[in-house]
T-cell receptor
């Protein structure tokens, strides 16, 4: 079945460091891909999305490119801030189906000054 | 402002009692979902509904029930049959096809 695999956390970085969180997926066809962020005690917020191959989603300095050939959607940011500390979830919606999001396990990011 | 409202934020219940979690949205979305999140884990789908008066089981529906009598509302009942109900519950909604879901702030249920 369809699935999402994320790198295990926690990821610990110093402020202004470069961030990469790896995400790969298994799905038939062309799923839509998403990154969500969850701050402590809150719900999930959509961070960015891409709906077809080679699309780049971007928001708040974060970027991710839909790579069909490697079935990947890695999240990157050039310079992280303490306020970016949160849990990040990669997710997909299978192509042609209903909007049943399939989530990865989440990656906790901790940024220290 | 449009959004999804879950209430209450924190809920405590005694073991063996049923409890209902509220979810309301004013985004005019067709689809609504309930997810469960356990510490350090991803989200697991409990139930979803694509239209009023219709809903389907997700991956972990046992011990839960839902209704969808109105487009705006999708309450979740955690029954006494749910073996381990303590968790963080998230409600979401979306337009019908291939669009992102929007989430509420969640309800943390603790059963003692």
């Amino acid at each position: 079945g369809d699935s999402v695999t994320q790198m295990e956390g926690p990821v610990t970085l110093s402020e202004e460091a470069f961030l990469t969180i790896n995400c790969t997926y298994t799905a038939t066809g062309y799923p839509s891909l998403f990154w969500y962020v969850q701050y402590p005690g809150e719900g999930l917020q959509l961070l960015l999305k891409a709906t077809k191959a080679d699309d780049k989603g971007s928001n708040k300095g974060f970027e991710a490119t839909y790579r069909k050939e490697t079935t990947s959607f890695h999240l990157e940011k050039g310079s992280v801030q303490v306020s970016d500390s949160a849990v990040y979830f990669c997710a997909l919606i299978p192509s042609g189906g209903y909007n049943k999001l399939i989530f990865g396990a989440g990656t906790r990011l901790a940024v220290h000054p | 402002d449009g959004g999804i409202t879950q209430s209450p934020k924190y809920l405590f219940r005694k073991e063996g009692q049923n409890v209902t979690l509220s979810c309301e949205q004013n985004l005019n979305h067709d689809a609504m979902y309930w997810y469960r999140q356990d510490p350090g884990q991803g989200l697991r789908l409990i139930y979803y509904s694509q239209i009023v008066n219709d809903f389907q089981k997700g991956d972990i529906a046992e011990g839960y029930s839902v209704s969808r009598e109105k487009k705006e509302s999708f309450p979740l009942t955690v029954t006494s049959a749910q073996k381990n109900p303590t968790a963080f519950y998230l409600c979401a909604s979306s337009m019908r096809r291939n669009t992102e879901a929007f989430f509420g702030q969640g309800t943390r249920l603790t059963v003692v």
